[in-house]
């Protein structure tokens, strides 16, 4: 019976020595944690601390400085949202170094990502780049009339990836940047005001001076029609059995589209109710 209770009693002596032995080295584990990476981990938090307060006043400097009318605010929140991303990576770089993480392998990483996504998203970073230089140098602003890619229509909406256009028989049109900025661009809008070429033919006997008074008067009882610059009448060709005419009234971009069927009718009518006739073709046949 005293032999077990002792054996026991050495079975406790044992585990608490064990229990000693593991909680000891525990807590050299946890010192030599701390003071290997304590003053590292109190360094990245203030480093932290510190590039966020700094990212938070360099991100204000720069929203004020790109603020101006010179710079579009899709473009704005654009560059805006990518200074934030790129000085936020410099903060986390720095503090993974401060840290002991090897940076120059973690960089590969990143650059290897990079290209593999510039690759998979070729297109589109096409489209981004010709976007920003567009918003940059703005070719054209939302309400503009321009003719680009074979389109014409009023400027809905500039992305960063798209350009949206209203055509005349209300069907949008999604233009991608990449292609538009490398394109021909047409603005109707630049010089405030357009010119409505509207093509028309009379016979060849008819007055040319009778045509052109009549046609001036008629444009000018169109009331979107601008009396500065005038209408204008000329001709254009003269063929066989017909003569070419160019009716030119001048207007806003909104009123395009209304003063050139409305031109095209007034124009019509009075040419009508004065005996200005169209061209009628002709042929001469000779019999040996």
Known sequence: ???????????????????????????????????????????????????QW????????????????????????????????????????????????????????????????????????????????????????????IE??????????LGIFNTVILTPENKTVILPNGALSTGVIVNYNTAGYLRVDINMAIANDQDVDKARAIALEA???????????APEFAISSVSDFMTKIVIRPYTTQSDYWEVYFGVTELVKKAFDANGITGPMPTRVVYNK
């Open 1 to 51: 019976m005293f032999e077990k209770v002792l054996l026991q009693s050495t079975d406790l002596t044992a585990s608490a020595d064990e229990a000693i032995k593991v909680g000891t080295t525990w807590g050299t584990n946890i010192k030599a944690f701390i003071v290997d990476y304590g003053p590292k981990i109190v360094g990245a938090i203030i480093v932290y601390l510190i590039g």
């Open 219 to 229: 444009m000018k009882q169109h009331e979107k029609v601008l009396q500065t610059p």
């Open 54 to 145: 700094i990212i938070k006043k360099l991100v204000a400097v720069l929203g004020r400085a790109i603020s101006s009318d010179k710079f579009d605010v899709s473009l704005s929140k654009f560059l805006l949202s990518l200074a934030r991303v790129t000085f936020q990576l410099v903060l986390f770089l720095s503090i993974a170094g401060i840290l002991g993480v090897n940076i120059v392998g973690f960089s590969a990483i990143l650059a290897g990502a990079a290209v593999g996504i510039g690759a998979a998203l070729n297109g589109s970073l096409g489209n981004l780049a010709g976007g920003v230089m567009m918003m940059v140098f703005k070719p054209f602003k939302v309400g503009d009339i």
């Open 148 to 157: 680009a890619q074979g389109q014409v229509g009023v400027v809905q909406e």
